[in-house]
């Protein structure tokens, strides 16, 4: 222990000034262990993310093609059924414990190949669906039948993306559960974020849109949606048919300015961005 400048501090300043660079010092990628062999469930569960994928492919390229619950079943139902199927056999007879090795250095993570273009892919993606939405119409067209089950409404490019998001949240949910399967906070996180997306910012929005009220998402709060507290907004909800747009503006004004407050004092903004 010495004393810095009138304070005690518990590192002596030889160590303090101690400079190591890993890299420097020749502290590389660790020795690659070899990979498991794939099991038959995971070959399995890939044949059918490979097929889902093609459906996909074809689908999109097909100029006479049409919404139906066949298209989607075999694209985005496979794709799924596939995901959810390769995480749990990837898991399902490993030790429970994290699995962190090599993440650092991996194609997918580290400003590899992969990275770069899945990168690409989803900017591109985004930007695409902001500002030049129609060239999304055959995706958004293959899910309406969805969407008129749901929503009594044809597709728009939010219900794609938000089609797709919760897809997304509930495929790779099933990956935090098993590889988290010994650790119940983990566990319980992860099916709160797939509740909340999946009950509140899925279909809550458009079973709304099904009985003509205004699309609501009562995950949004101001700042995160700048643009709930407008007047525009407020008068839009107040002057909504019944007492339910009402509600959504005092829940809105509740969740901004005394839940979220609160809820990031105490838990700092986990509470939202690990729970919600």
Request: hydrophobic share 45%; with cysteine.
């Amino acid at each position: 222990m010495s004393t810095l400048q009138g304070t005690t501090s518990l590192i002596d300043p030889e160590t303090i000034d101690y400079y190591y660079d890993e890299e420097t010092n020749g502290f590389d990628e660790p020795v690659k262990q070899p990979e498991p062999q794939k099991n038959p469930g995971q070959i399995l569960s890939a044949g059918f993310i490979g097929v889902g994928v093609l459906s996909l492919i074809v689908y999109l390229f097909n100029d006479h093609a049409t919404g139906s619950w066949m298209g989607i079943l075999l694209s985005f139902g496979l794709l799924t059924i596939g995901g959810i199927a390769y995480h749990w056999f990837s898991y399902k007879n490993t030790i429970p414990g994290i699995k962190h090795d090599g993440i650092m250095f991996s194609g997918s993570l580290h400003r590899g190949a992969i990275a770069w273009a899945l990168g690409i892919l989803f900017t591109g993606f985004y930007v695409v669906l902001y500002w030049w939405p129609e060239y999304l119409d055959r995706a958004i067209r293959l899910v309406d039948p969805l969407a008129m089950a749901m929503a009594g409404q044809p597709a728009n490019q939010w219900f794609l993306y938000g089609f797709l998001y919760t897809l997304a949240i509930l495929i790779f949910g099933v990956r935090m559960f098993m590889k988290y399967r010994h650790n119940r906070y983990h566990q319980i996180r992860t099916a709160s974020v797939m509740f909340f997306q999946l009950v509140l910012a899925f279909i809550i929005p458009q079973f709304l849109r099904a009985l003509n009220e205004p699309e609501f998402y009562f995950t949004y709060f101001w700042p995160l949606k700048y643009d709930v507290l407008f007047p525009g907004t407020v008068d839009y909800l107040v002057t909504s048919p019944g007492a339910l747009g009402t509600f959504m503006v005092f829940w809105t004004m509740a969740g901004s300015f005394i839940a979220v407050p609160v809820l990031t004092y105490f838990y700092g903004k986990r509470w939202y961005c690990s729970w919600v």
